[in-house]
């Protein structure tokens, strides 16, 4: 808010902008939060009293001032900026296993196993652990060990989880 000071002189009558500080000063105590509506209405009737004596406004003057934006039609297209090219999907492809040559172990021949390891099991750990220790840190033939795989499935099967 400009100084009263100030105020008075944008004016030539002193008295009339004197009162309207006043006004515009109790108005503003009483509603703080809404300053400057009705600051802006204010000056708009100032603005629009007749001019003081001695200055001559044309007659001719537009209704409507013309407007300085442009229209969208006469705006440049926005510039595209290229986005930048992605890069290659991977291969989806599995690619094949190069061929082992099979082995064939005859059952009978005995080798010796340090560990048996059984993955991705979360129940029946127990019942697990005491077939396969039965087969470890000893010579077992393949056969046995198709007979613990057997152990074990049939462990699941009578649990319910098969």
């Not at 108005?27 to 300053?35: E, F, K, L, M, R």
């Not at 600051?39 to 003057?61: D, I, K, W």
């Not at 296993?97 to 082995?103: D, F, I, R, T």
């Amino acid at each position: 808010m400009p100084t009263p000071l100030l105020f008075i002189q944008r004016f030539s009558n002193a008295n009339k902008a004197e009162t309207m500080y006043h006004t515009l000063k109790s108005i503003i105590v009483i509603s703080g939060s809404s300053i400057l509506p009705i600051v802006s209405l204010t000056m708009g009737a100032v603005a629009q009293s007749n001019p003081p004596p001695g200055v001559n406004l044309p007659t001719e003057t537009p209704e409507r001032i013309e407007e300085t934006i442009p229209k969208p039609s006469d705006l440049p297209p926005p510039v595209r900026e290229e986005s930048p090219a992605s890069p290659p999907d991977p291969s989806l492809e599995i690619p094949s296993s190069p061929q082992l040559p099979e082995v064939t172990i005859p059952s009978s021949v005995p080798f010796f196993v340090t560990e048996v390891e059984v993955l991705g099991n979360t129940v029946l750990q127990e019942e697990i652990a005491d077939k396969k220790n039965q087969y470890e840190n000893r010579e077992v033939r393949f056969e046995e060990l198709l007979q613990l795989r057997s152990a074990i499935t049939e462990l699941y099967i009578k649990n319910g989880y098969i």
